[in-house]
């Protein structure tokens, strides 16, 4: 599901952006605004702020697309030097590329084309309840439920609605979530709202179980919830005044995604 979050247009992500709250919801997403790197060409319908784009990949949503991203993870994660980032990470001097650029694209057309999760036991009555209560409860507000890509040269990604539960914006999710860490114009509290669909799905690739957040620390959906700060307070709030039936049937949801 990758290539659908490249092409959410801007103009889409700013028109979910509430910087000063004027909804009065206790929720202010804003864009990451970054400088984004030469080799990097910008979509079509790119906005531009100061010289910054908006970007929307990464846990501070500071790579523009999956190009920026796959360069990224290649040298810092794992030290492999490219055309597009030929300074090693160790010693920091410019050294050959260690990998093709043609190699670079193929990851990242796999990662565009790769299938969105699909959505399980949609017709059960506790995962519909399950998902009002989400509504209800006001985690929509940053994990929206509904996109729309913008034109996309490959076809099957072009003007498709998806359903990633993600606003690609940074939320503050206070105090417990800063960690002294920045990208961007990310504040050490902010972190960009991750997509939940596949959610249920990511015990099987993590031995069994769960390691959620930017750091791994919850080790179930319950506990991320407990640690929703800043703008995600009230929706937590409001996850622990529900009955276990409710919980339960929220969680049960959740997991179907």
């Not at 410019?94 to 969105?116: C, G, N, R």
């Not at 972190?191 to 769960?210: D, F, H, I, M, V």
Request: aromatic fraction near 10%; proline fraction near 6%; glycine fraction near 8%.
């Amino acid at each position: 599901g990758l290539g659908f979050l490249e092409f959410v247009t801007d103009a889409d992500i700013l028109a979910m952006a509430d910087p000063n709250d004027a909804n009065g919801d206790g929720i202010s997403g804003v864009p990451n605004w970054i400088t984004i790197p030469s080799y990097i060409t910008p979509q079509p319908n790119a906005i531009s702020q100061n010289g910054k784009f908006i970007c929307r990949f990464g846990k501070k949503a500071a790579a523009y697309n999956l190009l920026h991203q796959t360069v990224n993870a290649y040298n810092q994660d794992m030290g492999i030097t490219s055309f597009y980032s030929p300074f090693d990470v160790y010693s920091g001097l410019e050294i050959d590329p260690e990998i093709p650029t043609q190699t670079l694209h193929d990851v990242v057309f796999y990662l565009k084309t790769l299938k969105a999760p699909i959505p399980r036991n949609q017709e059960d009555a506790e995962v519909i309840n399950g998902k009002q209560i989400f509504i209800n409860l006001g985690c929509e507000s940053c994990h929206k439920q509904t996109l729309t890509t913008g034109f996309s040269p490959i076809e099957p990604l072009s003007n498709k609605v998806f359903h990633p539960y993600t606003d690609l914006l940074l939320h503050d999710m206070g105090s417990e979530m800063d960690d002294g860490y920045t990208e961007g114009n990310a504040r050490t509290y902010e972190w960009r709202t991750p997509p939940l669909w596949g959610l249920g799905l990511s015990p099987n690739s993590q031995g069994g179980a769960y390691f959620l957040m930017h750091d791994g620390r919850a080790t179930s959906i319950e506990s991320a919830i407990s640690m929703h700060g800043g703008e995600g307070k009230n929706s937590k709030i409001n996850y622990q005044n529900l009955s276990q039936t409710d919980k339960d049937a929220l969680i049960k949801f959740l997991k179907s995604l």
